[in-house]
């Protein structure tokens, strides 16, 4: 058993008879009443996201987690196969456990947590950033550049992101998987 003081990003607990994983959460200290901590948890069974708040001192059932690495071979419709880097075994995941699978290239290394009681796999950590290149997106014009205006494009892996106007075909985006936005372009 955990406390509330316990809480960080990526904790899986068990709560209303399932399994979560804790995604954000926030300290709150009001100036009258008792401390609270708000969280936003992801079942990792059916892929649902709900909030919820948990008074300070609250007693929280924490899932004992092991974490290995695993490399994405191929996405067959929902299902995304990967393959452990130490034993080569293959194990299969539906598309709700991934955070964001429209990032995810063939070959990329990923962390999948495993819950240590039933060896059954609960949530993929991708990395914080990967690199793809875009595909297609509509042509930008010179000195178009000095506003934070966007425009649509298309990577490698069929995500549509949102780029600045700058960015032309070929060119290779670094990409922040939590949040699936633009951060930077990157020169080779």
């Known amino acids: ?14 709560y209303n008879n399932d399994i979560y994983k804790i995604i954000e959460f926030l300290h709150v200290k009001p100036g009258k009443g008792p401390a ?5 948890l992801k079942s990792v069974s059916t892929g649902k996201v709900l909030d919820n708040t948990f008074s300070a001192g609250h007693k929280i059932d924490d899932v004992r987690v092991e974490t290995r690495s695993y490399q994405f071979l191929y996405a ?16 299969t995941l539906q598309e709700s456990a991934l955070d964001a699978p429209g990032l995810l290239k063939e070959g ?19 990395p914080a950033s990967v690199i ?5 997106t509509e ?4 000195g178009n550049t000095a506003t934070n205006a966007t425009k649509p494009a298309k990577v490698e892996t069929g995500a549509e ?28």
């Open 108 to 126: 990329e290394v990923v962390k999948i947590m495993f819950n240590t009681e039933d060896s059954m796999p609960l949530s993929v950590d991708m």
């Open 139 to 142: 042509p930008g014009v010179k």
């Open 36 to 40: 609270f901590v708000r969280t936003k």
């Open 132 to 136: 793809l290149e875009v595909t297609y």
């Open 161 to 188: 992101i949102n780029v600045p106007l700058f960015i032309n075909e070929g060119d290779k985006v670094k990409i922040d998987t939590g949040s699936s936005s633009y951060m930077e372009r990157v020169k080779e």
């Open 1 to 14: 058993m955990a406390s509330t003081s316990d809480i960080r990003k990526g904790l899986c607990i068990r």
């Open 76 to 91: 067959e419709g929902e299902t995304y196969h990967f393959m452990n880097t130490d034993d080569y075994n293959q194990i």
